[in-house]
């Protein structure tokens, strides 16, 4: 059950597992059983927690209340379980190789019960585990891995097989079920795959307790109720083992020993008995999606076309806002101290010219060493000096680089900020405008090229850079450094001393003070992954650090640790900006430092006695995780510690814990000042540093459930599902604050409602650079109250943080905007979505914490992705049950769906330039099916509430209902025939003959030497050929060898095993001529007999066939040692050689007495699988042949090339018989041959400059592909297609339009008319309805450019209802069809309604009825099922016109009247078939057609190259084909899923990826869906991979 559930790996493993259950004697140690397995994970969750501690997870989101209401939930949870089929995985796509790997881990690693807080050591010793909140816990020390078809079976009777009599509320826990061994799943797997049914009011388990009797009832939505007991010890319940529970609470009583194997044969859905574990994987999906959904779907309105979806409606009872509107905020006034400086180019001047020693910065090397300090002096005199080189040295004196103004890129690596506080201020200096980045790494690093579209609309043409990151720049082999993905050209200029010049003695930098000039842009990146430019003016750059100074209460010569980017946000501000201002001593410690050493911060805040220090929650993290090492730690020197995160809510439980650590190594608790800040408003808030003693700010306990509409409800019913806010200090001085609506104009909330925190200050963002429209929308906003007044007359600066402000003026941030999703109109936050999934047990199991959320619009909502990496050693059991708990705590806290939920391997996200994941290059990658994740789970069924309403089937128009003439209820009865051949003048001779075998005695006698049939070999040479009195006497030879071999009576039914050739043509003829009725089997392939030869088998014996005629070749393999493996060979008929054929001719040749008898048998498997013959008369052949040569203009000059297989349909009468009636020579060219030599069949055609063509569509695809980039040098052999008038498709389907279509482009420069490629149209009741394409009389003389007549496009959506609805190419659901070529003539077709049988408008699809004179009489069957046959060959229609007899085709049509008339001044009609109905699938009401679902689904990604889809319990199932590596595999399972929901409105079941060439096709280039079907569900297919959508 573990990676592999394929039939390869499968017998290997089951005798592996088995192995140690066989039933044991009571007296055993039961460990016995465990020593015999392969060693793996420990077992008790102790061990299993140890083991994994090392690993650290991204503590942001930590929170020891979270992760116990996370538990809570899930305990929940038991008590309405889902059961999850496990995806099943080819074993080479999972990652590790080792057996081990596939050994389920033992028992109670950690189970959902587990009591302990965080889980990082397990209390459970050896084989028990803590008895959990869902009932009673068992001993599991005898379990182990069981066989999947016991599990499955298991799980398909209803509920698990377990009572605990201690639990009242019958939920079955892990444990208990667990005892029913069922360790294949290991622990947790068992609570989710052993079947619970949702237990609600309704649905309760009843208990009868008797001593040794124990009852289950079920009554929940079936499988049906089952009752088991126990008494007997071979107890026939599927379950296998019952457990039942002593009253005491003891330990469980093991009853009976499993049952292994497919001993259970189960019943499906459908009543079809199945023994799979694939089908029983299915039943358990159906069964799981049977529970009640928790949204119910509402009414719907569906219009006459438009199926409108549903719209989430407002559900009544729904918190609402009640509070009174809020008031606007004001921070204290920024008190304008006397010698704050007048610009920071002022103050570094003032400080590098009186206190040039002082230290600046401190940068460390990685060893925590100081490698360098930077003082104020040195800061001054090289920002001077690049100031200058900027101005002067670059470009030309008359035409300089830089102007003052223009901006110019700052590269610095993150751990040299002494080179970028240069930089900086040598462009403050210089009046230029630096836009500080991050180094690019590669040329194509994540959002690389969204930051080159930053620096192209900003004009930069400059980036400055230090020395070290210059030299480690990517380069070319030239040296050069090449340009990167998306940037424009930039000159790269390196600003330490050594590479620029000394500026003049005689030069100084123009100092002026603040003003309305940009000093700098801070980039930033959206949601979507663009990167957007925040330019921040002088003014509001020095009004935010004497804000910052003022709220910190900085001073002169403070010392202040930081740990943050120095390049923009709160490490920019404090640690380069403020810090200059008020002449600070920066310690900057670099990333890379922290990497080595966690706690190197908290060290320098020791050695420095440091004031402040500015962190990230992350960083608060990683210092808890390594402070065990450290003794000496003192923080008392603190006064403030900055979190720069404050406003991701989930950071509060990080300052808990470090306050709880550090408390008694001198850190006091009102030192923790978070902050709230966004690029565009600067700092938000901050929390102020307290005096001693003082209250510590209030925190908020808020309900998610109210958050997610929108209000803040402190107390909560559901005390699981609550965020924990701090408060992140309050307004900023000389700022106001408020907050708007997240919807419509930017109106105040109530106090009580979240929205959008909005400040009005000098210090904010002033633009997006280059964007007037975002800009306005975001820093010209002037909100509103109540009464549509504005409140203030400055304008307002949206933050992009989401928050309330709480009493006290307190301002709480409850998340970021760009991380809020919206389902089904509730709010949720990705990074709460992070927090519970993190909070899952076991917490390790995500590789560092690296997890990623966002949200994807897939049918008009949006739908949440989780997509995490996962530690490398974990195995696919441990992968999937985290994956399905994070599903049910995600569902039990927020109350949302998870869509999919993707992992993928450790270290594989797109990572951003500090090591976090890029989020939108994630979304990017999952969307474009690159993500190349090892699981996925998808949940369509349980997320997509808002699917159109089925349809309810209208009655049909009834007799009643007034027929005028032609119209059915307003609307032009559906029909229309070919030409009538009564009114036909034609000479034609054969008409005089009632019979083919009389036309060929004329023509050999008349025409002698007239070649009829010339065959082809693979290198274009002729290889036999025939003329009318060599085919008249070889026929005769066979007549005598019938004779007198088979001494076969006249009626006796003869099968023909030949190639394709001129041998089969000859024995057919020979049977006519002997009275016999001969019947064309295509032989069996040498390289796949076992499974060709049983179809020849089977279509001898259905036909009655009293002898075989083949080549000797092949009678020799049909009794080869081969053949007896896959048939019986002693039955087979007696089999005629006919290579040396008798020198006599027969006496006298046979003459039928009548024209109704039997000329043939036609045997063809359809594509659904089902093999059927029917009875061609002598009178219908003859008609057939004799419509053909009218249609096609055949007469014996002619010359026609026909590469199709000759054994049933159109085919085989092109084959053998249109030649020997209309007399043209056939040019034979077997399909075979064009496997060696592809170009045979068109070189042939141009050889002998051929008008007509006929071929399938295998034949036309296997020209497209093999000879699409050969067309040039074929059109130099000379090959030319000019002369082709018509090249027909012989099919019985929709025309393949794509594939005609590019053939036809293919080949138009080697001289084919676009209108000369068409299709025919046959079927089993009438073998060709349609052939030859229309020449448009209108058309003819505007020669190709006229518009083509035979293609429409249809809604899709109201084709579903049986509507026929045209539009224009290229609308939205369109669908392009193409008509079936033009309606033989004799022949009638109306379109009439499958079910009611009565005739249809023109605008409704319907079934295409058909009167012709070449019908067929019947079907030939063994068992003459005569209801069957009358209703498809003589059905009349229930109102109108009751008198004719039609056949039904089975197929979908429709018929379009139209005022065209063709060359030969007739009225076109067009008849389109839509597909056959017996393929065509029911689902919610609604009619779809296989090939519309592949067609969307191949579209999807360029590595499915073919898709098949079919129904199997009323769940779909999608079955593609991956052209790449098995890695991609599972990157198609959201991919699939998204495009049926999108365009089909369909939910898929199961995706299942398989190799090329499993999807099986018939002769005729169809797909064989349900041999397909009959394959995937008997477990044969090998896929790479299934997906169990939930």
Same mark, same amino acid.
């Given at each position: 059950?573990?990676?592999?559930?394929?039939?390869?790996?499968?017998?290997?493993?089951?005798?592996?597992?088995?192995?140690?259950?066989?039933?044991?004697?009571?007296?055993?140690?039961?460990?016995?059983?465990?020593?015999?397995?392969?060693?793996? @994970?420990? %077992? #008790? $969750? !102790?061990?299993?927690? +140890?083991?994994?501690? &090392? =690993?650290?997870?991204?503590? /942001?989101?930590?929170?020891?209340?979270?992760?116990?209401?996370v538990?809570?939930?899930?305990?929940?949870?038991?008590?309405?379980?889902?059961?999850?089929?496990?995806?099943?995985?080819?074993?080479s796509?999972?990652?590790?190789?080792?057996?081990?790997?596939?050994?389920?881990?033992?028992?109670?690693?950690?189970?959902?019960?587990?009591?302990?807080?965080?889980?990082?050591?397990?209390?459970?010793?050896?084989?028990?585990?803590?008895?959990?909140?869902?009932?009673?816990?068992?001993?599991s020390?005898?379990?182990?891995?069981?066989?999947?078809?016991?599990?499955?079976?298991?799980?398909?009777?209803?509920?698990?097989?377990?009572?605990?009599?201690?639990?009242? @509320?019958? %939920? #079955? $826990? !892990?444990s208990?079920? +667990?005892?029913?061994? &069922? =360790?294949?799943?290991?622990? /947790?797997?068992?609570?989710?795959?052993?079947?619970?049914?949702?237990?609600?009011?309704?649905?309760?388990?009843?208990?009868?307790?008797?001593?040794?009797?124990?009852?289950?009832?079920?009554?929940?939505?079936?499988?049906?109720?089952?009752?088991?007991?126990n008494?007997?010890?071979?107890?026939?319940?599927a379950?296998?083992?019952?457990?039942?529970?002593?009253?005491?609470?003891?330990?469980?009583?093991?009853?009976?020993?499993?049952?292994?194997?497919?001993?259970?044969?189960?019943?499906?859905?459908?009543?079809?008995?199945?023994s799979?574990?694939?089908?029983?994987?299915?039943?358990?999906?159906?069964?799981?999606?049977?529970?009640?959904?928790?949204?119910?779907?509402?009414?719907?309105?569906?219009?006459?076309?438009?199926?409108?979806?549903?719209v989430?409606?407002?559900?009544?009872?729904?918190?609402?806002?009640?509070?009174?509107?809020?008031?606007?905020?004001?921070?204290?006034?920024?008190?304008?101290?006397?010698?704050?400086?007048?610009?920071?180019?002022?103050?570094?001047?003032?400080?590098?010219?009186?206190?040039?020693?002082?230290?600046?910065?401190?940068?460390?090397?990685?060893?925590?060493?100081?490698?360098?300090?930077?003082?104020?002096?040195?800061?001054?005199?090289?920002?001077?000096?690049?100031?200058?080189?900027?101005?002067?040295?670059?470009?030309?004196?008359?035409?300089?680089?830089?102007?003052?103004g223009?901006?110019?890129?700052?590269?610095?690596?993150?751990?040299?900020?002494?080179a970028?506080?240069?930089?900086?201020?040598?462009?403050?200096?210089?009046?230029?405008?630096?836009?500080?980045?991050?180094?690019?790494?590669?040329?194509?690093?994540?959002?690389?090229?969204?930051?080159?579209?930053?620096?192209?609309?900003?004009?930069?043409?400059?980036?400055?850079?230090?020395?070290?990151?210059?030299?480690?720049?990517?380069?070319?082999?030239?040296?050069?450094?090449?340009?990167?993905?998306?940037?424009?050209?930039?000159?790269?200029?390196?600003?330490?001393?050594?590479?620029?010049?000394?500026?003049?003695?005689?030069?100084?930098?123009?100092?002026?003070?603040?003003?309305?000039?940009?000093?700098?842009?801070?980039?930033?990146?959206?949601?979507?992954?663009?990167?957007?430019?925040?330019?921040v003016?002088?003014?509001?750059m020095?009004?935010?650090?004497?804000?910052?100074?003022?709220?910190?209460?900085?001073?002169?010569?403070?010392?202040?640790?930081?740990?943050?980017?120095?390049?923009?946000?709160?490490?920019?501000?404090?640690?380069?900006?403020?810090?200059?201002?008020?002449?600070?001593?920066?310690?900057?410690?670099?990333?890379?430092?922290?990497?080595?050493?966690?706690?190197?911060?908290?060290?320098?805040?020791?050695?420095?006695?440091?004031?402040?220090?500015?962190?990230?929650?992350?960083?608060?993290?990683?210092?808890?995780?390594a402070?065990?090492?450290?003794?000496?730690?003192?923080?008392?020197?603190l006064?403030?510690?900055?979190?720069?995160?404050?406003?991701?809510?989930?950071?509060?439980?990080?300052?808990?814990?470090f306050?709880?650590?550090?408390?008694?190594?001198?850190?006091?608790?009102?030192?923790?000042?978070?902050?709230?800040?966004?690029?565009?408003?600067?700092?938000?808030?901050?929390?102020?540093?307290?005096?001693?003693?003082?209250?510590?700010?209030?925190?908020?306990?808020?309900?998610?459930?109210?958050?997610?509409?929108?209000?803040?409800?402190?107390?909560?019913?559901?005390?699981?599902?609550?965020?924990?806010?701090?408060?992140?200090?309050?307004?900023?001085?000389?700022a106001?604050?408020c907050?708007?609506?997240?919807?419509?104009?930017?109106?105040?909330?109530?106090?009580?409602?979240?929205?959008?925190?909005?400040?009005?200050?000098?210090?904010?963002?002033?633009?997006?650079?280059?964007?007037?429209?975002?800009?306005?929308?975001?820093?010209?906003?002037?909100?509103?109250?109540?009464?549509?007044?504005?409140?203030?007359?400055?304008?307002?600066?949206?933050?992009?943080?989401?928050?309330?402000?709480?009493?006290?003026?307190?301002?709480?941030?409850?998340?970021?905007?760009?991380?809020?999703?919206?389902?089904?109109?509730?709010?949720?936050?990705?990074?709460?979505?992070?927090?519970?999934?993190?909070?899952?047990?076991?917490?390790?199991?995500?590789?560092?914490?690296?997890?990623?959320?966002?949200?994807i619009?897939?049918?008009?909502d949006?739908?949440?992705?989780?997509?995490?990496?996962?530690?490398?050693?974990?195995?696919?059991?441990?992968?999937f049950?985290?994956?399905?708990?994070?599903?049910?705590?995600?569902?039990?806290?927020?109350?949302?769906?998870?869509?999919?939920?993707?992992?993928?391997?450790?270290?594989?996200?797109?990572?951003?330039?500090?090591?976090?994941?890029?989020?939108?290059?994630?979304?990017?990658?999952?969307?474009?099916?690159?993500?190349?994740?090892?699981?996925?789970?998808?949940?369509p069924?349980?997320?997509?509430?808002?699917?159109?309403?089925?349809?309810?089937?209208?009655?049909?128009?009834?007799?009643?209902?007034?027929?005028?003439?032609n119209?059915?209820s307003?609307?032009?009865?559906?029909?229309?025939?070919?030409?009538?051949?009564?009114?036909?003048?034609?000479?034609?001779?054969?008409?005089?003959?009632?019979?083919?075998?009389?036309?060929?005695?004329?023509?050999?006698?008349?025409?002698?030497?007239?070649?009829?049939?010339?065959?082809?070999?693979?290198?274009?040479?002729?290889?036999?050929?025939?003329?009318?009195?060599?085919?008249?006497?070889?026929?005769?030879?066979?007549?005598?060898?019938l004779?007198?071999?088979?001494?076969?009576?006249?009626?006796?039914?003869?099968?023909?095993?030949?190639?394709?050739?001129?041998?089969?043509?000859?024995?057919?003829?020979?049977?006519?001529?002997?009275?016999?009725?001969?019947?064309?089997?295509?032989?069996?392939?040498?390289?796949?007999?076992?499974?060709?030869?049983?179809?020849?088998?089977?279509?001898?014996?259905?036909?009655?066939?009293?002898?075989?005629m083949?080549?000797?070749?092949?009678?020799?393999?049909?009794?080869?040692?081969?053949?007896?493996?896959?048939?019986?060979?002693?039955?087979?008929?007696?089999v005629?050689?006919?290579?040396?054929?008798?020198?006599?001719?027969?006496p006298?040749?046979?003459?039928?007495?009548?024209?109704?008898?039997?000329?043939?048998?036609?045997?063809?498997?359809?594509?659904?699988?089902?093999?059927?013959?029917?009875?061609?008369?002598?009178?219908?052949?003859?008609?057939?042949?004799?419509?053909?040569?009218?249609?096609?203009?055949?007469?014996?000059?002619?010359?026609?090339?026909?590469?199709?297989?000759?054994?049933c349909?159109?085919?085989?009468?092109?084959?053998?018989?249109?030649?020997?009636?209309?007399?043209?020579?056939?040019?034979?060219?077997?399909?075979?041959?064009?496997?060696?030599?592809?170009?045979?069949?068109?070189?042939?055609?141009?050889q002998?400059?051929?008008?007509?063509?006929?071929?399938?569509y295998?034949?036309?695809?296997?020209?497209?592909?093999?000879?699409?980039?050969?067309?040039?040098?074929?059109?130099?052999?000379?090959?030319d297609?000019?002369?082709?008038?018509?090249?027909?498709?012989?099919?019985?389907?929709?025309?393949?339009?794509?594939?005609?279509?590019?053939?036809?482009?293919?080949?138009?420069?080697?001289?084919?008319?676009?209108?000369?490629?068409?299709?025919?149209f046959?079927?089993?009741?009438?073998?060709?309805?349609?052939?030859?394409?229309?020449?448009?009389?209108?058309?003819?003389?505007?020669?190709?450019?006229?518009?083509?007549?035979?293609?429409?496009?249809?809604?899709?959506?109201?084709?579903?209802?049986?509507?026929?609805?045209?539009?224009?190419?290229?609308?939205?659901?369109?669908l392009?069809?193409?008509?079936?070529?033009?309606?033989?003539?004799?022949?009638?077709?109306?379109?009439?309604?499958?079910?009611?049988?009565?005739?249809?408008?023109?605008?409704?699809?319907?079934?295409?009825?058909?009167?012709?004179?070449?019908?067929?009489?019947?079907?030939?069957?063994v068992?003459?099922?005569?209801?069957?046959?009358s209703?498809?060959?003589?059905?009349r229609?229930?109102?109108?016109?009751?008198?004719?007899?039609?056949?039904?085709?089975?197929?979908?049509?429709?018929?379009?009247?139209?005022?065209?008339?063709?060359?030969?001044?007739?009225?076109?009609?067009?008849?389109?078939?839509?597909?056959?109905?017996?393929?065509?699938?029911?689902?919610?009401?609604?009619?779809?057609h296989?090939?519309?679902?592949?067609t969307?689904?191949?579209?999807?990604?360029?590595?499915?190259?073919?898709?098949?889809?079919?129904?199997w319990?009323?769940?779909l199932?999608?079955?593609?084909?991956?052209?790449?590596?098995?890695?991609?595999?599972?990157?198609?399972?959201?991919?699939?899923?998204?495009?049926?929901?999108?365009?089909?409105?369909?939910?898929?079941?199961v995706?299942v990826?398989?190799?090329?060439?499993?999807?099986?096709?018939?002769?005729?280039?169809?797909?064989?869906?349900?041999?397909?079907?009959?394959?995937?569900?008997?477990d044969?297919?090998?896929?790479?991979?299934?997906?169990?959508?939930?």
């Amino acid at each position: 059950m573990l990676g592999d559930i394929t039939q390869k790996g499968y017998e290997k493993k089951r005798s592996k597992l088995i192995g140690a259950y066989f039933p044991q004697a009571p007296g055993m140690d039961p460990s016995m059983g465990q020593e015999r397995r392969a060693p793996v @994970t420990p %077992s #008790s $969750s !102790s061990r299993y927690h +140890r083991r994994r501690s &090392s =690993g650290s997870r991204d503590e /942001r989101y930590r929170s020891d209340v979270h992760t116990e209401a996370v538990q809570a939930a899930l305990a929940k949870h038991k008590e309405r379980k889902m059961a999850v089929p496990m995806p099943s995985k080819r074993r080479s796509l999972v990652v590790q190789s080792s057996m081990d790997a596939y050994t389920p881990p033992d028992t109670s690693s950690g189970s959902e019960g587990e009591g302990q807080g965080n889980g990082e050591e397990g209390e459970g010793g050896d084989g028990e585990e803590e008895d959990g909140g869902g009932g009673g816990g068992t001993s599991s020390s005898r379990e182990g891995s069981i066989s999947m078809e016991h599990w499955i079976n298991r799980a398909m009777h209803g509920t698990s097989s377990t009572t605990t009599t201690t639990s009242s @509320t019958a %939920s #079955s $826990s !892990s444990s208990s079920t +667990r005892s029913g061994g &069922s =360790g294949a799943a290991g622990g /947790r797997l068992a609570d989710v795959l052993a079947q619970h049914v949702h237990i609600s009011a309704r649905h309760h388990l009843r208990h009868h307790h008797h001593r040794h009797h124990h009852k289950t009832e079920n009554h929940s939505a079936p499988p049906d109720v089952t009752g088991y007991t126990n008494n007997s010890a071979n107890s026939t319940a599927a379950d296998g083992i019952q457990v039942e529970r002593a009253p005491g609470g003891g330990p469980a009583v093991q009853r009976q020993a499993p049952k292994y194997g497919n001993a259970e044969l189960m019943e499906t859905g459908d009543g079809v008995p199945v023994s799979s574990r694939v089908s029983a994987k299915i039943q358990q999906l159906v069964n799981t999606l049977k529970r009640p959904k928790r949204p119910p779907l509402r009414e719907f309105f569906v219009d006459d076309f438009e199926e409108l979806l549903e719209v989430q409606q407002p559900d009544p009872n729904q918190p609402k806002a009640e509070g009174a509107p809020m008031v606007v905020m004001r921070g204290e006034q920024l008190g304008v101290v006397t010698n704050w400086p007048p610009s920071l180019e002022a103050a570094l001047q003032r400080w590098g010219t009186i206190s040039p020693k002082a230290p600046c910065l401190t940068t460390m090397d990685t060893n925590g060493k100081p490698l360098y300090v930077l003082t104020y002096g040195k800061l001054w005199s090289r920002s001077v000096k690049v100031a200058y080189n900027l101005l002067h040295k670059l470009g030309t004196k008359q035409e300089p680089l830089v102007r003052p103004g223009d901006r110019v890129a700052l590269v610095f690596p993150n751990n040299d900020p002494a080179a970028f506080m240069s930089a900086f201020y040598g462009c403050l200096l210089a009046e230029v405008v630096p836009v500080p980045i991050e180094v690019p790494l590669t040329r194509k690093d994540a959002g690389s090229q969204q930051i080159g579209f930053l620096l192209g609309s900003c004009g930069v043409t400059v980036a400055l850079t230090s020395d070290a990151c210059h030299k480690g720049l990517p380069k070319s082999p030239t040296g050069e450094i090449p340009q990167f993905k998306g940037w424009p050209k930039v000159l790269w200029f390196v600003g330490e001393s050594k590479h620029v010049s000394k500026p003049p003695r005689d030069w100084f930098p123009h100092i002026k003070d603040a003003n309305q000039d940009t000093a700098y842009i801070e980039y930033k990146t959206c949601k979507d992954g663009s990167v957007l430019g925040v330019t921040v003016m002088r003014i509001a750059m020095l009004t935010h650090c004497q804000a910052l100074t003022q709220s910190c209460s900085y001073t002169e010569a403070e010392t202040i640790v930081n740990v943050l980017d120095f390049k923009k946000d709160v490490g920019l501000w404090h640690a380069v900006l403020t810090s200059v201002m008020n002449m600070m001593h920066v310690i900057s410690i670099p990333y890379a430092l922290m990497k080595v050493n966690p706690l190197s911060w908290i060290q320098k805040v020791c050695q420095y006695k440091a004031k402040v220090a500015c962190v990230k929650s992350r960083d608060m993290h990683w210092a808890l995780v390594a402070h065990r090492d450290q003794r000496d730690v003192n923080l008392s020197s603190l006064r403030m510690l900055v979190v720069a995160d404050g406003s991701n809510p989930w950071s509060i439980s990080s300052c808990d814990a470090f306050l709880n650590v550090f408390q008694t190594k001198g850190l006091k608790p009102e030192v923790i000042c978070p902050c709230a800040s966004s690029p565009e408003a600067l700092t938000v808030a901050i929390r102020r540093p307290l005096e001693e003693g003082s209250t510590p700010p209030g925190r908020g306990v808020l309900s998610m459930q109210g958050l997610s509409h929108g209000v803040i409800r402190v107390d909560s019913e559901e005390k699981l599902s609550v965020l924990t806010l701090q408060d992140v200090g309050s307004v900023m001085p000389g700022a106001m604050m408020c907050v708007v609506r997240l919807e419509g104009v930017p109106q105040l909330c109530k106090t009580d409602e979240i929205g959008e925190l909005c400040v009005c200050t000098v210090a904010t963002g002033t633009s997006y650079y280059g964007l007037a429209g975002m800009t306005k929308n975001t820093f010209e906003v002037f909100p509103m109250s109540n009464n549509g007044a504005p409140v203030s007359e400055f304008p307002f600066t949206r933050t992009g943080l989401l928050g309330f402000i709480g009493p006290g003026g307190l301002i709480f941030a409850a998340g970021k905007m760009d991380g809020l999703m919206v389902v089904a109109g509730r709010r949720h936050n990705a990074d709460d979505i992070v927090a519970t999934a993190l909070a899952v047990e076991p917490m390790k199991f995500v590789y560092r914490g690296r997890i990623a959320v966002f949200s994807i619009t897939v049918l008009h909502d949006e739908r949440i992705v989780v997509v995490a990496e996962q530690r490398p050693d974990s195995t696919e059991e441990d992968s999937f049950q985290w994956m399905s708990r994070v599903l049910q705590a995600i569902d039990g806290i927020h109350q949302v769906g998870v869509y999919c939920l993707a992992l993928v391997p450790s270290n594989t996200l797109p990572k951003t330039p500090l090591g976090g994941i890029h989020l939108s290059e994630t979304k990017q990658l999952f969307l474009e099916g690159a993500l190349h994740p090892c699981n996925v789970l998808m949940c369509p069924h349980t997320c997509v509430i808002n699917l159109p309403k089925p349809r309810q089937k209208q009655p049909e128009i009834g007799p009643a209902s007034v027929m005028v003439g032609n119209l059915v209820s307003g609307k032009r009865i559906a029909q229309a025939s070919g030409r009538d051949l009564g009114q036909i003048e034609d000479n034609d001779q054969a008409r005089k003959f009632l019979f083919l075998s009389e036309v060929l005695q004329w023509r050999a006698q008349t025409t002698p030497d007239h070649v009829l049939y010339t065959l082809l070999n693979s290198r274009g040479t002729i290889a036999s050929s025939l003329t009318c009195v060599q085919l008249h006497k070889r026929a005769e030879k066979i007549a005598a060898m019938l004779a007198e071999r088979g001494h076969l009576q006249d009626g006796d039914h003869v099968a023909l095993v030949y190639p394709p050739g001129i041998d089969l043509v000859v024995a057919f003829y020979g049977c006519l001529y002997a009275g016999c009725v001969p019947i064309t089997v295509r032989p069996p392939h040498l390289q796949n007999i076992s499974t060709t030869l049983p179809t020849v088998k089977m279509i001898v014996e259905v036909s009655r066939s009293v002898c075989m005629m083949t080549t000797q070749l092949i009678s020799k393999l049909l009794r080869s040692k081969e053949a007896s493996a896959a048939v019986d060979v002693r039955t087979w008929p007696p089999v005629l050689d006919t290579d040396d054929l008798p020198k006599k001719k027969p006496p006298l040749l046979y003459k039928p007495s009548n024209p109704d008898t039997l000329a043939y048998l036609d045997f063809s498997v359809s594509t659904t699988g089902m093999l059927a013959g029917v009875k061609m008369s002598h009178t219908a052949t003859s008609a057939f042949c004799r419509s053909i040569k009218l249609q096609c203009e055949l007469y014996p000059s002619r010359e026609v090339a026909i590469c199709l297989d000759p054994y049933c349909g159109l085919g085989f009468v092109l084959w053998c018989l249109c030649s020997v009636y209309s007399g043209h020579q056939s040019i034979l060219i077997p399909p075979s041959e064009l496997e060696v030599n592809p170009a045979l069949w068109l070189s042939a055609v141009s050889q002998y400059k051929v008008r007509d063509t006929f071929c399938s569509y295998s034949v036309m695809e296997l020209c497209t592909k093999g000879l699409g980039l050969q067309t040039d040098s074929l059109k130099s052999r000379g090959l030319d297609l000019s002369r082709v008038r018509t090249c027909v498709v012989v099919a019985e389907e929709r025309p393949r339009i794509a594939l005609t279509q590019s053939f036809s482009k293919l080949f138009k420069d080697l001289g084919l008319h676009p209108r000369a490629v068409s299709t025919s149209f046959g079927c089993r009741v009438n073998l060709a309805i349609c052939l030859q394409p229309h020449r448009l009389g209108k058309l003819a003389d505007q020669g190709t450019s006229g518009p083509d007549p035979t293609t429409v496009f249809v809604d899709m959506r109201a084709l579903r209802h049986d509507r026929v609805r045209l539009v224009e190419r290229g609308s939205p659901h369109s669908l392009p069809l193409m008509e079936s070529g033009k309606i033989l003539p004799g022949v009638r077709i109306i379109i009439a309604n499958p079910e009611t049988k009565g005739p249809m408008g023109e605008s409704h699809l319907g079934e295409i009825w058909v009167h012709s004179g070449h019908n067929a009489s019947g079907y030939f069957t063994v068992y003459g099922d005569e209801a069957l046959q009358s209703d498809h060959f003589n059905s009349r229609l229930s109102f109108g016109d009751t008198q004719t007899i039609w056949a039904r085709t089975g197929y979908l049509g429709f018929l379009r009247r139209t005022e065209l008339t063709d060359a030969s001044g007739e009225r076109h009609d067009a008849l389109y078939v839509v597909g056959a109905l017996e393929e065509a699938m029911e689902l919610r009401g609604m009619r779809y057609h296989p090939i519309d679902i592949e067609t969307s689904v191949i579209r999807t990604h360029k590595s499915i190259t073919e898709c098949a889809v079919f129904t199997w319990t009323n769940l779909l199932v999608v079955v593609v084909e991956l052209d790449g590596s098995e890695q991609e595999a599972l990157d198609l399972v959201p991919l699939v899923t998204n495009v049926v929901l999108e365009e089909h409105y369909l939910i898929v079941g199961v995706v299942v990826v398989v190799d090329i060439g499993v999807i099986p096709i018939n002769s005729r280039g169809e797909k064989q869906r349900m041999h397909l079907r009959d394959g995937f569900l008997a477990d044969q297919l090998d896929p790479i991979y299934v997906a169990y959508n939930m």
